[in-house]
């Protein structure tokens, strides 16, 4: 990466919160928004999910009425905080509607749409019903082309579908397409949503948690599956910025080359995208803060990325997830957990890891439990999915 | 910043076109274009337990990368990736949705994890050992020109060498009503950031207003139009042809691709 980005505005909508405030307030309070599933006509999982109250009351816009579905709605209900469709706004009108681009990440977009509608299939022709609409709600671009048309767009869009790493390559993405001079500003995160393939998937590989997902717990027994919207507005750094202002310096990507569902053993993709992500922002493991953590509280991924971690930065590094309070919002986590990175450059804390009893001691890491306060300068954050695809950002301060 | 590449290696499989260098003269309008069924072989780079595990999206996607990479001469553990596609593994989506619709929600590991986009870039990197950063796109009927756009970028602004991978394939019924994507079609281009013995072409992209450029023969047309990676395809026609051209691909309105092309040999 050539130069360092700004991110100018950003918000974050999770099971902890609507908005920066709340979600600040949450984390400050160590409070997890992780609830026993009963979403949908979901009744027999024994698990417990991150869900955002509301989806259902907060229909889109008539004119973007096509669009209706969960995701979607997720995604308008996140752009509606902390001023960000007025930035957004501003930046078409400061920079022009073909230089804003749009670049989500999302696993599995509008999908429950298409579970519902297989419900309701023609009983003789077992054709859908002519109220789905695939290309507006099912196909995987369909939150990015939603996010263009809503702001009236006319620039590059794209969704990076990665699985759980989808929102943290979107930025390395936008800024290779800004450093070539397509764009000027790029609207940035990710937004996933409850749906029946995720709950039911990730309870066939036997991965979710009876219980709030308890990450690098030395009893850790699975994840959460939660929803979350996060957007940034990425756009080279003004003249003058305020001492507490957000800066991407790096961003490090990889692949693990091993299997579709289980990480690399001793972590090394994502030793690799680690070490590539510094060696961008030209910084040291001596220079990282603080690390938000993938920790997604499996047993398999918190040692993989625990001995990585360990192996690069020792025990030296304060490290956390944050998804025993969010849940693993899976395509939107990248996008979530940078949002997390930068309220700690900004409010000057590192949240501690909620849920988390015993720190597993064969992972020789300083895992936080508790909130910390401090002045971090420079964070990491990790991203990592099925088929073994790797991110990892370094978010620092201006001053 | 010029968006710039040198094009080392085409992979292509499509209905009537079973590679590149089968394709070559078909698409330059020398032989003449036949439309049948498409075939592709399970990838042989594959562990056998994964190979059982790949549907027509993977198989169609490693075969076009991995035609790319022979015919560059190129190492695939060296190069980037950008996956680009309009669905995924369409059956397995189709599958799942039906047993999720049942009394029983039983789903099985592999239908989950060959569910997610990047299910072909993880196959890739389990074929070829590669550990270099791919990445797995959409954007609907702009996903041959999202995937070029990440491609180039990766090329011109990072300096990597960057297999380009844009595949589809059709839905069954219900969902092939809502979605008509008439066949299975591929095609890879190794990018890179210097020119080399095996360079075909040096391409340079840039934005453009103007209607993109269709194809002669009709049948290879309706491909084009019906199937969103064979938009790529005016630009494979313009290597063929061998002659220096500007070409004109789809993207997403208001904004099209046009790609100029300066034959190598």
């Known amino acids: ?399 | 910043m010029k968006l710039t590449a040198y094009l080392d290696g085409i992979g292509l499989i499509g209905p009537g076109l079973d590679n590149w260098p089968a394709a070559q003269p078909i698409l330059a309008g020398t032989a003449p274009y036949e439309a049948r069924p498409l075939t592709v072989a399970a990838p042989q780079s594959l562990p056998p337990a994964e190979r059982r595990r790949t549907g027509l999206a993977i198989k169609v996607a490693l075969a076009v990368g991995q035609e790319a990479c022979a015919n560059g001469q190129l190492d695939a553990k060296q190069l980037a990736a950008v996956f680009s596609s309009s669905g995924a593994d369409n059956d397995n989506c189709d599958a799942i949705c039906k047993v999720l619709a049942s009394d029983d929600r039983h789903i099985s590991p592999t239908r989950f994890h060959n569910s997610v986009h990047n299910a072909p870039a993880g196959y890739w990197g389990i074929a070829s050992g590669a550990m270099t950063p791919a990445t797995v796109l959409c954007a609907h009927d702009g996903s041959f020109g999202a995937g070029l756009l990440e491609a180039l970028t990766q090329v011109a602004v990072e300096g990597w060498g960057t297999l380009l991978v844009t595949y589809d394939m059709p839905y069954p019924a219900p969902l092939h009503a809502k979605r008509p994507l008439p066949a299975a079609f591929g095609i890879a281009l190794a990018l890179m950031p210097e020119r080399s013995a095996h360079s075909l072409a040096r391409i340079e992209v840039s934005f453009s207003d103007t209607a993109s450029d269709a194809l002669a023969e009709p049948e290879l047309e309706a491909l084009r139009r019906a199937i969103p990676c064979a938009r790529g395809l005016p630009l494979l026609q313009a290597v063929a042809r061998g002659t220096g051209v500007r070409v004109v691909l789809d993207y997403l309105a208001p904004l099209h691709l046009a790609v100029a092309i300066e034959p190598c040999r």
């Open chain 1, 1 to 399: 990466m050539l130069n360092s980005l700004w991110l100018s505005h950003f918000t974050a909508t999770s099971a902890i919160g609507r908005g920066l405030e709340p979600t600040h307030a949450a984390l400050r309070q160590q409070r997890g928004g992780l609830a026993p599933c009963a979403f949908e006509t979901v009744t027999d999982l024994a698990t417990y999910i991150g869900e955002v109250a509301g989806i259902d009351e907060a229909p889109l816009p008539a004119s973007l009425g096509q669009y209706e579905c969960r995701n979607n709605r997720l995604a308008y209900l996140g752009l509606q905080q902390d001023g960000f469709n007025a930035a957004v706004g501003a930046a078409a009108a400061r920079y022009g509607r073909r230089r804003v681009g749009v670049l989500l990440g999302t696993s599995t977009s509008g999908i429950l749409q298409t579970e519902q509608a297989y419900r309701r299939r023609d009983p003789v022709t077992g054709a859908l019903p002519d109220d789905f609409h695939y290309r507006t709600t099912h196909n995987t671009y369909s939150v990015a082309d939603f996010v263009r048309t809503a702001f009236n767009l006319e620039g590059p869009a794209v969704v990076v579908s990665t699985a759980c790493s989808s929102s943290a390559k979107v930025f390395a993405s936008a800024a290779r397409m800004i450093a070539a001079g397509l764009i000027d500003a790029a609207i940035v995160g990710g937004v996933d949503s409850l749906c029946l393939t995720t709950l039911y998937g990730f309870n066939s590989l036997e991965l979710l948690s009876p219980e709030p997902c308890r990450p690098y717990d030395a009893d850790r027994n699975g994840l959460s599956i939660g929803e979350a919207a996060a957007f940034i507005l990425l756009e080279r750094p003004a003249d003058s910025l305020d001492a507490d202002a957000v800066l991407l310096l790096g961003a490090g990507e990889s692949s693990d080359a091993h299997h579709m569902s289980s990480p690399h053993p001793e972590g090394l993709g994502a030793r690799m995208a680690m070490v590539a992500a510094l060696k961008a922002a030209g910084l040291q493991p001596a220079d990282i803060d603080y690390i938000n953590l993938h920790g997604t509280a499996t047993p398999s991924n918190d040692a993989a990325e625990g001995q990585a971690v360990a192996t690069l930065f020792g025990n030296r590094v304060p490290c956390s997830s944050t998804k025993g309070a969010t849940g693993h919002t899976l395509g939107a986590a990248g996008g979530m957990e940078a949002v997390i990175s930068a309220l700690a450059l900004q409010q000057g804390f590192l949240p501690g890891g909620v849920n988390t009893r015993c720190i597993d001691p064969d992972i020789p890491i300083q895992y936080l439990t508790a909130n910390r306060e401090a002045a971090p300068r420079r964070v990491l954050s990790n991203s990592f999915g099925f088929g073994g695809t790797n991110c990892s950002l370094i978010l620092g301060r201006a001053q």
